[in-house]
């Protein structure tokens, strides 16, 4: 049987314009989190991160601190994106890749 530290999900959500998106992966709690915009966009948490903290790189690779409560949290059964308007902005696509 596989370890848990070793799965990893992929998937896709839409956005919906500022509230808290919640990604739900039942029994499954995340190590690190990376969130890609169509906007091209992209989020990434790591374990040992502060919940609601995200690493953001817009186009033109900026990267900056997200503070809380603009980035991702880490649940027991997956992950919500926070408020940020770079990522979480009408309805965009949001794919995800969380490895647990």
Same mark, same amino acid.
């Given at each position: ?9 992929? /998937? ?7 509230? %808290?998106? =919640?990604?739900?992966?039942? /029994?499954?709690?995340? =190590?690190? +989190?990376? +969130?890609?915009? %169509? ?5 990434? $948490?790591?374990?040992?991160?502060? #919940? !609601?903290?995200? $690493?953001?790189? *817009?186009?033109? !690779?900026?990267?900056? =601190?997200? #503070?809380?409560?603009?980035? +991702?949290? %880490?649940?027991?059964? /997956? ?5 940020? %308007?770079? =990522?979480?902005? !009408?309805?965009? *696509? +949001?794919?995800?890749?969380?490895? !647990?």
């Amino acid at each position: 049987m596989a370890s848990p530290s070793n799965r990893i999900e992929t /998937g896709t959500f839409r956005a919906n314009g500022g509230a %808290a998106v =919640l990604c739900d992966l039942p /029994g499954f709690r995340p =190590l690190s +989190i990376d +969130i890609f915009g %169509a906007n091209g966009s992209k989020m990434e $948490w790591h374990s040992g991160m502060e #919940a !609601g903290t995200a $690493w953001k790189t *817009v186009i033109g !690779g900026t990267r900056s =601190l997200v #503070a809380s409560p603009g980035g +991702i949290t %880490a649940t027991s059964t /997956g992950f919500q994106l926070g408020t940020d %308007a770079t =990522l979480n902005t !009408g309805t965009q *696509v +949001i794919t995800f890749r969380v490895h !647990g």
